[in-house]
């Protein structure tokens, strides 16, 4: 099965710097790759998703890159707001799975003053 | 809409006891999943439904049971509790192969 593998554990950045959160899949036919941020004592919210069509996608201060030769996806967050401290998690999955997700084990980032 | 709804918020069952974790959707999604969330771990899929009379396992069933007699409806039976069920559970629902609705998550510890 998919095994995804997400780095750093944590990450502390101070408020404006950029930060950037890896991932790694195994399954070379995974083609949907979604990031999700959960907030303390929440559910997890999709922020951005990109699919196996695309390099890259930008949601305003938000960004994800996808090499599927490489089999890696990256989280980028520019200009960091206190409000973006929460825990980040990548996910996996492909077409015909029922959109089952294999989740990374998570990001605390955290954004200090 | 409520969007996903879980119930109860927190629950503290005995060794042996058995709980059904409740979780409705208001969306009119096909697709239903339920994830369990350990400490500094992701998520892991406990079962899943792709419509009403279906279920299937996820990568760790054992100790649960599913049913989905109604497109609402998806509720995780816990069967003889055991401290291993520890952990915080999740509830999603979505439409096709698309974003997951997260539930805000029920807190189990079994003591």
């Known amino acids: 099965g998919e095994n995804v593998e997400q780095h750093p554990s944590t990450l502390s950045v101070q408020e404006g710097d950029s930060a950037v959160i890896k991932c790694t899949y195994s399954?070379?036919?995974?083609?949907?790759f979604p990031w999700y941020k959960q907030e303390l004592g929440k559910g997890p919210q999709l922020i951005i998703d990109?699919?196996?069509?695309?390099g890259e996608k930008k949601d305003q201060r938000i960004a994800v890159t996808l090499n599927k030769t490489a089999k890696h996806f990256s989280l980028h967050i520019t200009e960091t707001q206190p409000e973006d401290s929460a825990v980040y998690f990548c996910a996996a999955s492909r077409t015909g799975t029922a959109s089952k997700l294999t989740f990374g084990t998570g990001t605390r980032l955290q954004v200090t003053l | 809409n409520a969007g996903v709804t879980q119930t109860p918020k927190f629950r503290i069952l005995k060794i042996g006891q058995s709980m059904t974790l409740q979780c409705a959707q208001d969306?009119?999604?096909?697709?239903m999943y339920w994830y369990r969330q350990d400490p500094g771990m992701g998520l892991k899929l406990i079962y899943y439904?792709?419509?009403?009379?279906?279920?299937d396992k996820g990568e760790v069933p054992n100790g649960y049971n599913v049913s989905r007699s109604t497109t609402e409806d998806f509720p995780l039976r816990l069967e003889l509790a055991a401290p291993s069920q520890t952990s915080v559970y999740f509830c999603?629902?979505?439409?096709?192969?698309?974003?997951?609705?997260f539930g805000p998550g029920t807190r189990l510890t079994v003591l």
């Open positions: 969306m009119n999604h096909n697709y």
């Open positions: 999603a629902s979505s439409y096709s192969a698309n974003e997951q609705f």
């Open positions: 399954d070379s036919a995974s083609n949907y």
């Open positions: 990109i699919r196996s069509n695309v």
């Open positions: 439904s792709v419509g009403a009379g279906i279920t």
